[in-house]
């Protein structure tokens, strides 16, 4: 997975934060919960505001479909 996979990541993150609610999350733990999720092989340091907004708006929709 790499940052620009966004809704896989969303999907990954439903699974391994079940009990989180996405709209509680800040960006710092948002970025270290996506470099820990197995299979993300990008560079943690390649991520921005902009691509975290976008993780965080897909998480949110996925959780609430």
Known sequence: MLWTDINEIAIELVDAHPDVDPLTVNFVDL???????????????????????????????????
């Open 31 to 65: 970025r270290n919960w996506v470099v820990e999720l197995p299979g993300f092989e990008d560079d943690p340091n390649r991520c921005g505001e902009k691509i975290l907004e976008a993780i965080q708006a897909a998480w949110i929709q996925e959780a609430e479909d």
